[in-house]
Structures are given as C-alpha cells and as structure tokens.
C-alpha cells in the first residue's frame, strides 16, 4: 500500500482560520513575484488575510505577494491556499482596524443600479 504526503496546500482553510472573515466584493488588484498586475476581486476579508479570485498566472507559496483592496495598498501578502479557482492569501502584518470596517463598509454599498423599464405602450424620454 502506498501512503500519500499530505498536501501543503490546506483544504479546509475555514477550518484553520483563528478570525471570522467579512464578505465582501472588493474589486483589486495583485502583483504576483515580479509579474505584472493583474485584476482580483477579493471575496472574503479579515485582519490578516482575505480570499480572491482572478488570478490567473500560476503562484507558488515561495511568491510575495502584492495587493491593492480598492484603493488601499499595496498590501504584502502570501499564498495560503488554492482551491477550485480560489486564492487564499495571508497578510504579512494585519490590516489596521480603521482600514478593515472602512473596507467592509464600503463593500457592502450597493453597486447595482436600477433600470426603468417602460411598456411597449409607453413613449420613451
């Protein structure tokens, strides 16, 4: 029988985090090592780490990472985890209090604007 290394990139990341995190929709941006920036929106956020999705060069734990949430940063940052399309990455040094509610208040702003309709019956403006 043949055992297998466990993966060093974790599966159950929820499970391993000591803070809640926010949900949010943050549009950012991320530096991966010396490449180029690419757009990230970044879906959960706490004090010292966040969830993104976008990236789509391929990153290694050994890669500093670079990150603008909004118009904050740039944040230093590493992989944590990779999973399903997802990056988890861990701050070097948390967030700053102040920072965090001021980003999880703006990322629960609606972003959706209504659009009017009128009925075929109706003129248009």
Do not use: H, Y
């Not at 010292?48 to 976008?54: I, Q, S």
């Amino acid at each position: 029988m043949v055992s297998s290394k466990p993966s060093k990139l974790a599966n159950r990341p929820a499970l391993q985090r000591a803070e809640e995190r926010t949900q949010v929709s943050i549009e950012g941006r991320c530096r991966a090592g010396e490449r180029d920036l690419q757009d990230v929106l970044v879906l959960d956020l706490g004090p010292n780490g966040c969830r993104l999705l976008g990236l789509s060069v391929g990153v290694t734990k050994s890669d500093p990472l670079e990150l603008w949430l909004g118009d904050a940063g740039p944040v230093a940052a590493r992989l944590k985890w990779a999973k399903r399309g997802s990056l988890g990455v861990a701050f070097e040094s948390p967030l700053d209090e102040v920072l965090l509610q001021r980003l999880a208040q703006e990322a629960t702003a609606p972003n959706v604007v209504a659009i009017r309709r009128t009925r075929p019956d109706q003129p248009t403006e």
